[in-house]
């Protein structure tokens, strides 16, 4: 076990562990599969969907794309990459890759009902290790899940392994804002309310202990720059949105020498 981090208004109290073993996380995931969407809407006040459509917006599609959404859960990314929006066409093809097969059925479901079809295709899969090929994608997404994976180091060797040189990424994480005054109130909502509710609600006790905890456990966003140019990426950038709890970390795959 281990605490949040001490600081103006974080909570004392002992929580989950986070540990991120694949079948830990996987089973996590799948068994709050059935209120997952319902909880990201309530608990993020419907802002999740406008994160989604700024890490998209990043990309800058142009309708030819083929774009790779890892941890793509419930599929709501993989989804709104195709359908485009404003002056976005919308990737040609999307891949999502999960490893909860619950989360995934949910998304096959969203697929069938939501997507154009034939233009995403989901795979069971873990982000440290990607079914596709080298050079095989022209952008990747991963919203809120590189702070899920055993190894986010090896996640980002991954993720450039996948991309064409020149292809950009769009990753979504949660940060702890230290903003004077939202930054203590975020820590109390984070540490106190938003367990209580996604207990009560997904019937889960670990889930939304563990939420908050890898939340505080992430690399700061500074961090995790550095370690987006460590495994080869150019450019790389963290814009901080809704007052810096959530971060958009852009980059791209450099051309080879």
Not at 46 to 51: A, F, Q, R, V
Not at 52 to 57: E, L, P, S, V
Not at 142 to 171: D, Q, T
Not at 220 to 244: N, S
Request: glycine fraction near 10%.
């Amino acid at each position: 076990m281990r605490s949040i981090r001490s600081g103006p208004g974080r909570s004392s109290r002992r929580v989950t562990d986070v540990s991120k073993s694949p079948a830990k996380i996987a089973g996590m995931f799948d068994a709050i599969a059935h209120r997952y969407d319902f909880l990201n809407h309530v608990l993020s006040g419907g802002l999740d969907i406008y994160w989604r459509r700024r890490a998209i917006a990043a990309l800058a599609l142009t309708g030819r794309e083929r774009l790779l959404d890892l941890c793509t859960g419930t599929g709501d990314v993989a989804i709104a990459a195709v359908a485009g929006r404003h002056r976005s066409r919308g990737a040609a093809r999307v891949v999502g890759v999960d490893f909860a097969g619950a989360m995934l059925a949910i998304a096959r479901e969203k697929v069938s009902r939501g997507a154009p079809a034939g233009r995403v295709a989901l795979v069971r899969g873990d982000a440290t290790r990607i079914p596709v090929a080298d050079r095989s994608a022209d952008a990747v997404t991963m919203a809120f899940g590189i702070r899920n994976v055993e190894s986010p180091a090896a996640a980002c060797a991954e993720m450039r392994r996948v991309l064409r040189p020149g292809g950009r990424l769009a990753i979504l994480e949660f940060a702890v804002p230290d903003a004077p005054l939202f930054g203590p109130v975020y820590r109390w909502y984070l540490g106190s309310v938003l367990p209580r509710i996604g207990r009560a609600v997904s019937r889960h006790d670990a889930a939304y202990g563990y939420l908050p905890a890898s939340i505080d456990a992430f690399p700061a966003p500074e961090e995790f720059v550095k370690i987006l140019r460590q495994q080869g990426f150019a450019d790389a950038t963290a814009g901080r949105l809704t007052f810096g709890s959530v971060i958009l970390y852009t980059a791209h795959r450099p051309f080879d020498p």
